[in-house]
């Protein structure tokens, strides 16, 4: 048994850049390089232990990437250091400054500053965000997580002393002002709980996700059918998220992994290529796909209730090539969002390969 002693260095880049540096340039990249697992090499059951232990290390150097960009991202109204607001507590104080036309001009002055900071953040949440091609289902609760916390932190800077002082004031003087901050108001507090609803929906999947994380066919084909049903249940009752454009990026980024995850299995998590191995060793992993394939057919042509409006529909999860679906008035059609969760994941992979 061994002990490494070395120095975190937290001064430059903070505690979390200072740890996730260390695990990514020193453990993970050792752990990785190692032989020396014992009777794990034993076994293909070892194997998947190994690989799932560095995939755990990854999705911890995400969070802790995910824990930096919310840091970063979070948005300070800017501080107003020429008005005394240890004396807008009692209403007489409040009161007389209302009376008082440059304290109210000022006060103004420092909502719009804030009005457009929050607007500016509404307009770029708004906004189609750039991500990888190849991104998985599990960053769409991420960037969820990040929009959660920067709204509810403004509302909070909303809801404190300062803000509300300033909102007293301009009460009192009837500002005209005022309107438009509280129809802003409304906006960003509807955005918040949209972010907090479409979290709490999306972490269903997180466990359901695993197996497509975690590059193992057999157990992703037996984790389909449950990752279809938490997609389904966030379809049918959340608030915010059951939009056929949502619906279809989240079906897009379950196909991305899945490529993911298939190319994994015939370049062994990336350490081979495809033409440096043994023709019959690739042969037998690609027919394990098929099986695979044949796995998941099952679960894409079978019908799905999707509840809108008080009323059941029926549609089926399937690609174009798939039998005839029941008529739909209302619901959403989601067969093409899904149609590459088939045979399209194999042969990409075999492209990319």
């Known amino acids: 048994m061994s002990a490494v002693f070395d120095n975190l ?6 505690i979390l850049n200072g740890i996730k540096n260390m695990l990514s340039s020193v453990f993970l990249p050792a752990i990785l390089a190692t032989n020396n697992w014992g ?19 990854n999705r911890y150097l995400s969070f ?40 109210v001009r000022q006060l103004e002055e420092v909502l719009m500053t804030w009005y457009k900071q929050i607007e500016q953040v509404l307009i770029e949440s708004e906004q189609m965000r750039k991500e990888a091609d190849d991104s998985g289902p599990l ?3 991420e960037h969820w997580k990040r929009m959660s916390a920067k709204f509810n932190y403004i509302i909070e800077q909303i809801k404190g002393p300062t803000c509300k002082a300033v909102i007293n004031v301009l009460n009192v003087a009837h500002s005209k002002l005022l309107k438009n901050w509280r129809d802003l ?30 590059y193992d066919l057999v157990s992703m084909a037996h984790g389909i059918q449950n990752l279809i049903n938490a997609i389904r249940m966030i379809h049918s009752v959340s608030r915010y998220y059951n939009t056929s454009e949502r619906m279809t990026s989240l079906f897009i980024k379950v196909t991305n992994q899945m490529v993911t995850a298939c190319k ?23 027919q394990g796909m098929r099986t695979y394939e044949g796995h998941l057919d099952p679960v894409l042509f079978c019908p799905v209730p999707i509840c809108l409006g008080g009323h059941v529909h029926q549609t089926t999860i399937a690609n174009k090539n798939s039998r005839p679906q029941a008529k739909m008035t209302h619901a959403p059609i989601l067969s093409e969002s899904v149609s590459a969760l088939s045979t399209s994941s194999i042969n990409s992979a075999l492209t990319f390969c």
């Open 9 to 14: 260095d937290t001064f430059k880049s903070g």
């Open 264 to 286: 994994a299995c015939i370049t062994d998590g990336g350490t081979v290529h495809v033409w440096d191995q043994e023709t019959l060793l690739v042969l037998k992993k690609i």
């Open 39 to 57: 009777a794990l090499n034993q076994s293909k059951q070892g194997e998947s232990e190994k690989h799932i232990f560095t995939e755990t290390i």
């Open 64 to 103: 802790l990437d995910g824990a930096r960009v919310s840091i970063e991202g979070t948005v300070m109204l800017k501080k107003v250091d020429n008005i005394d607001f240890s004396k807008l507590h009692t209403f007489e104080e409040v009161t007389a400054a209302a009376s008082n036309s440059e304290t």
């Open 185 to 214: 108001d409304a906006r960003i507090t509807d955005t918040a709980n949209e972010s907090k609803d479409n979290v709490r929906y999306l972490y269903t999947l997180e466990k359901v996700c695993q197996p497509l994380y975690n």
């Open 139 to 141: 960053t769409e609760l």
